[in-house]
């Protein structure tokens, strides 16, 4: 059994930051990349970002780019994502996910890609 948790949510006035961080942990799992999505009130889950560990190779949304970014820590199976300039847009439920298996780049900014995932945690930012 393989558990995912995210931590770090809150309430941020536009233009803040907050880092969101994640742990993957379960009987010798090892995962070969982590992401972050997010589901915002009436919309479709949309992929953030993600790192994959091999190549440390990471991955953005247009959206974010150039205000978000992730890393982490391969052997403890811990991913953050630090989220500056932060707008009301960015409002969200935040999801962690975590792939075991070896997938390219396209398939790592898909939801089904991912094999485990945690219950979210939510960002709020207030104009």
């Known amino acids: 059994q393989v558990q995912v948790e995210e931590s770090g949510g809150g309430l941020v006035q536009a233009g803040g930051s907050l880092r969101l961080s994640c742990a993957a942990s379960g009987r010798a799992f090892s995962s070969y990349a982590m992401g972050w999505f997010r589901q915002a009130r009436g919309t479709e889950r949309e992929f953030v970002a993600a790192i994959r560990w091999g190549d440390d190779n990471s991955y953005y949304a247009d959206s974010v780019k150039g205000r978000f970014t992730i890393s982490g820590d391969n052997a403890k199976n811990t991913v953050y994502l630090q989220m500056n300039s932060l707008k009301p847009e960015d409002t969200a439920d935040y999801y962690c996910?975590?792939?075991?298996?070896?997938?390219?780049?396209?398939?790592?900014?898909?939801?089904?890609?991912?094999?485990?995932w945690g219950q979210g945690t939510q960002v709020t930012v207030s104009s």
């Open positions: 996910a975590a792939r075991s298996r070896v997938a390219s780049y396209p398939l790592l900014v898909r939801g089904s890609t991912y094999d485990y």
